[in-house]
């Protein structure tokens, strides 16, 4: 069981159980932030390489592409009190998982200093089963960030996790102390380095240790990834399995995706395709992906203009288990 949550920390399949999952579907912030991962890319011109990012954002544009699963009936509704602060309602009814609701509230960073004017500092969520998230981004420095996050299932702690990030001009290296229990004499240790070899080739690995009582071990995963200005390339390779992706945006409303995943621990391999079409005009945009498992679906969103709000419309078939899946969303704010 140990092992199987090392396995799952470490960076390996995404989209394995999605999107036919009886889980309920993940909070916004779970994973990072767009704008903690990705630092623009193309923007250096002294000749000097760029900082390759953060490691979790090598897949971030292949991922992207691909719809958000929704199912049921949703509404999220975005109000932002001041410019420091902003709040969220989510009321999501479903028939595969359970309903709910969900209060998120965001404390902006005030530091003028940072480039990331709109990165949160402070966040915390709380639904209607009792479950709070807290996650807390801080710029230490110029180049030194921390991650906190605290996650409870009802009254039960599941998730205390510290994270140190460090950007070099051309380098980032990252460490993360996850669920550490100094009773249980249990720890999860990750990580993460990324190097700029050339303007377009990034090079890196990632590291997961766990320590327990009754048995301890490693994942050592390697990472690659080659960008040029309209496409990306990415594969993960490890103990855990391995995770290819390839993006290429076709023109300024076209944009397409293609992902192959294996997890040595579920045994399995997914090939998945999926491509987002941009229509400004109609202020609409659309997201729709097949895979291998024999699951279609598609995301139509549509700005209701001039309301402050967007209609969202989804299905997803799965041919080889005759399963359906239909969600209809409003997002105001």
């Known amino acids: 069981a140990h092992m199987g949550s090392v396995l799952a ?36 011109r ?11 954002s090598l897949h971030r544009s292949c991922k992207d592409v691909f719809p958000q699963q929704i199912e049921g009936i949703k509404m999220i509704i975005n109000k932002t009190l001041s410019s420091f ?71 039960q702690f599941v998730t205390w996790q510290f994270e140190t990030e460090y950007r070099g001009s051309d380098f980032t290296a990252a460490v993360t102390v996850a669920n550490p229990d100094v009773l249980r004499e249990s720890v999860i240790l990750v990580a993460h380095f990324l190097q700029s070899v050339s303007s377009g080739l990034v090079l890196g690995g990632e590291l997961v240790y766990h320590r327990g009582r009754a048995e301890e071990g490693g994942i050592l995963t390697l990472a690659g990834q080659y960008s040029r200005p309209n496409w990306v390339a990415t594969l993960n390779a490890g103990k855990g399995g391995a995770h290819a992706s390839y993006y290429h945006r076709a023109n300024k409303q076209i944009q397409v995706g293609v992902e192959f995943e294996a997890s040595t621990r579920t045994q399995e391999t997914t090939t998945s395709f999926g491509y987002q079409m941009e229509l400004p ?44 899946q239909v969600g209809l969303g409003v997002h105001v704010g």
Not at 89 to 115: G, I, N
């Open 85 to 155: 602060f902003k709040a969220s309602h989510t009321l999501h009814l479903s028939a595969v998982c359970p309903s709910y609701y969900r209060f998120h509230v965001e404390h902006l960073q005030s530091d003028h200093c940072s480039k990331d004017k709109d990165a949160p500092a402070l966040i915390g969520e709380m639904d209607s089963s009792g479950s709070l998230n807290a996650h807390a981004l801080l710029h230490l420095t110029e180049r030194i960030r921390a991650r906190t996050v605290f996650q409870t299932q009802q009254s």
């Open 9 to 44: 920390l470490s960076s390996g399949p995404g989209h394995q159980n999605w999107p036919f999952s009886t889980d309920p579907s993940p909070s916004r912030w779970d994973a990072h932030p767009a704008h903690w991962d990705s630092p623009p890319r193309w923007e250096r």
């Open 281 to 324: 005009e109609a202020n609409m945009v659309f997201r729709g992906m097949i895979n291998s498992r024999c699951i279609i679906g598609g995301v139509l969103e549509k700005r209701l203009t001039p309301l402050p709000a967007t209609l969202i419309m989804g299905a997803f078939v799965n041919h080889r288990g005759d399963k359906l």
């Open 46 to 56: 002294d000749g000097r390489l760029p900082n390759p990012g953060s490691f979790h």
